[in-house]
């Protein structure tokens, strides 16, 4: 690029399909709200401003966006989206250089799709505007770019303005411009409302450019680029094509995916070399796995590091925080939250580990559980390098089991144990012989007499059973 761009996003629009008290383009794809998907890209250029128009609770995305040095203008008037783009005027005083029209409720447009109008809006026959077209599938209602047999634009027609031959033509117009930004605002000062609705419309500017001699131009993009979402099925679907694009592209990086339909991937999911992903695993936002690792079936991850070589689940859910180092191992129905799985660490069945640290080759037990939440606050568990701990123990935090010490199986341990200690912390058992039958034959008297079911009903406050 010659100069760097300006952009201009439109959020000003209500979004009413959507039903929500949520502003349209803040509703997330992937875990991410649209337009952040968006501004994603653009960040990904060298540009020297961005303006997004805002209309209703503009307030939502100031605050959604308030970090991004973003500056917001405000369309209070909906009168269409050539008057939207007028709203940015005083926001781009001065700039001469290109500027690209984005809209945000299209957010899948890519950095390289920007870059390539950009650089064809600068080419040497200096066409003035360039818009972003594409040939989807299925031509629907969208409006048409007739074409003179190159890339330059006869004519742009509504398609319920169009004649069965320009129907025929398969280029749609997406909406999107990458226009000079020396005459933008001279063309939009000179688009009328002389339609239907009564509103001024961008696409306008294209005719205005041809009559002052200019030859806007088409640029081609991906139909998965550019999908407008309006309602919640349109997001459904938005995010179906998102999650298909992305396994494709995880598989393509090296990735297994046992059955790709049914794994869903966080716009921010790293996933390394030879890593393996069984069925029905879904990635929260923040979560990295690196080479080799295996993540099976139905586990939930979200805001956690896997290291090299780790197993987790199957139906096992990683919270953020959660870390596994070299080999660990998290395996069924087991829960980590704030934690550290040191090397080669287990925890392989029905076990909760909370805000813990667990040393190297450590073994936690089924059933064991880190009580580190006091009603009032978090503390912290210290499992030492190579400890034991047995099945059903409760390690109330704060405690340090040190290393290479034992737990042993149902303690309540309370108190740190050292290292290379045994610990057992559990009630002593007791044999009453022949007990067991004296007791059967008491309670059958019992439930002979209804005396449980008199309990229960007086208790409850309803009807004996007959």
């Given at each position: 690029?010659?100069?760097?761009?300006?952009?201009?996003?439109?959020?000003?629009?209500?979004?009413?399909?959507?039903?929500?008290?949520?502003?349209?383009?803040?509703?997330?794809?992937?875990?991410?709200?649209?337009?952040?998907?968006?501004?994603?890209?653009?960040?990904r250029?060298?540009?020297?401003?961005?303006?997004?128009?805002?209309?209703?609770w503009?307030?939502?995305?100031?605050?959604?966006?308030?970090?991004?040095?973003?500056?917001?203008?405000?369309?209070?008037?909906?009168?269409?989206t050539?008057?939207?783009?007028?709203?940015?005027?005083?926001?781009?005083?001065?700039?001469?250089?290109?500027?690209?029209?984005?809209?945000?409720?299209?957010p899948?447009?890519?950095?390289?799709?920007?870059t390539?109008?950009?650089?064809?809006?600068?080419?040497?026959?200096?066409?003035?505007?360039?818009?972003l077209?594409?040939?989807?599938?299925?031509?629907?209602?969208?409006?048409?770019?007739?074409?003179?047999?190159?890339?330059?634009?006869?004519?742009?027609?509504?398609?319920?303005?169009?004649?069965?031959?320009?129907?025929?033509?398969?280029m749609?117009n997406?909406?999107?411009?990458?226009?000079?930004g020396a005459?933008?605002?001279?063309?939009?000062?000179?688009v009328?409302?002389?339609?239907?609705?009564?509103?001024?419309?961008?696409?306008?500017?294209?005719?205005?450019?041809?009559?002052?001699?200019r030859?806007?131009?088409v640029?081609?993009?991906?139909?998965?680029?550019?999908?407008?979402?309006?309602?919640?099925?349109?997001m459904?679907?938005?995010?179906?094509?998102?999650?298909?694009?992305?396994?494709?592209?995880?598989?393509?990086?090296?990735?297994?995916?046992?059955?790709?339909?049914?794994?869903?991937?966080?716009?921010?999911?790293?996933?390394?070399?030879?890593?393996?992903?069984?069925?029905?695993?879904?990635?929260?936002?923040?979560?990295?796995?690196?080479?080799?690792?295996?993540?099976?079936?139905?586990?939930?991850?979200?805001?956690?590091?896997?290291?090299?070589?780790?197993?987790?689940?199957?139906?096992?859910?990683?919270?953020?925080?959660?870390r596994?180092?070299?080999?660990?191992?998290?395996?069924?129905?087991v829960?980590?939250?704030?934690?550290?799985?040191?090397?080669?660490?287990?925890?392989n069945h029905?076990?909760?580990?909370?805000?813990?640290?667990?040393?190297?080759?450590?073994?936690?037990?089924?059933?064991?559980?880190?009580?580190?939440?006091?009603?009032?606050?978090?503390?912290?568990?210290?499992?030492g390098?190579?400890?034991?701990?047995?099945?059903?123990?409760?390690l109330?935090?704060?405690?340090?089991?040190?290393d290479?010490?034992?737990?042993?199986?149902?303690?309540?341990?309370?108190?740190?144990?050292?290292?290379?200690?045994?610990?057992?912390?559990?009630?002593?058992?007791?044999?009453?012989?022949?007990?067991?039958?004296s007791?059967?034959?008491?309670?059958?008297?019992?439930?002979?007499e209804?005396?449980?079911?008199?309990q229960?009903?007086?208790?409850?406050?309803?009807?004996?059973?007959?």
């Open positions: 690029m010659h100069q760097s761009p300006a952009i201009i996003v439109l959020a000003a629009g209500k979004g009413t399909r959507m039903k929500s008290s949520l502003h349209k383009v803040l509703h997330p794809i992937a875990g991410r709200p649209m337009i952040d998907h968006l501004l994603g890209s653009v960040d250029l060298s540009v020297t401003r961005t303006v997004v128009v805002v209309g209703q503009k307030e939502q995305l100031e605050d959604a966006l308030g970090d991004r040095g973003i500056t917001f203008a405000e369309q209070t008037e909906q009168l269409g050539g008057h939207a783009v007028q709203q940015a005027q005083c926001a781009l005083e001065g700039h001469d250089g290109p500027v690209i029209l984005l809209f945000g409720d299209v899948m447009v890519s950095a390289e799709t920007m390539a109008m950009v650089e064809r809006l600068e080419a040497d026959d200096k066409p003035g505007i360039v818009v077209g594409f040939e989807p599938e299925d031509t629907k209602a969208y409006g048409r770019i007739i074409c003179m047999g190159d890339d330059t634009i006869d004519k742009m027609v509504e398609h319920k303005d169009a004649t069965p031959e320009e129907r025929q033509c398969r749609c997406s909406g999107m411009m990458a226009v000079e005459h933008l605002f001279d063309w939009l000062a000179q009328g409302n002389d339609n239907a609705a009564g509103e001024y419309y961008l696409p306008d500017i294209v005719n205005i450019a041809k009559r002052e001699g030859r806007p131009v640029v081609k993009g991906e139909e998965r680029e550019v999908t407008g979402i309006n309602s919640r099925a349109e459904a679907a938005a995010e179906a094509q998102w999650q298909e694009f992305r396994r494709a592209e995880a598989m393509a990086e090296g990735v297994t995916l046992r059955a790709p339909e049914t794994v869903f991937f966080s716009w921010d999911t790293k996933l390394g070399k030879d890593v393996t992903v069984e069925p029905f695993v879904t990635f929260g936002p923040g979560v990295s796995v690196a080479d080799g690792a295996t993540i099976r079936a139905h586990s939930h991850l979200e805001g956690c590091d896997v290291g090299e070589d780790c197993e987790v689940g199957p139906y096992a859910r990683l919270r953020p925080g959660a596994l180092e070299h080999g660990a191992k998290v395996g069924n129905f829960e980590v939250k704030n934690a550290v799985l040191g090397a080669g660490a287990k925890a029905l076990t909760y580990v909370g805000d813990a640290s667990i040393g190297p080759r450590a073994n936690l037990g089924a059933g064991t559980i880190t009580c580190n939440y006091d009603g009032f606050n978090k503390w912290p568990t210290i499992v390098a190579d400890a034991f701990v047995g099945s059903n123990s409760a109330v935090a704060p405690v340090v089991i040190g290479g010490a034992i737990v042993g199986a149902g303690s309540v341990v309370t108190r740190d144990v050292d290292a290379d200690a045994i610990a057992i912390a559990r009630g002593q058992q007791k044999q009453l012989d022949g007990a067991a039958k007791f059967r034959d008491k309670a059958a008297e019992k439930k002979k209804g005396v449980g079911k008199r229960v009903a007086a208790a409850l406050g309803t009807k004996k059973d007959s």
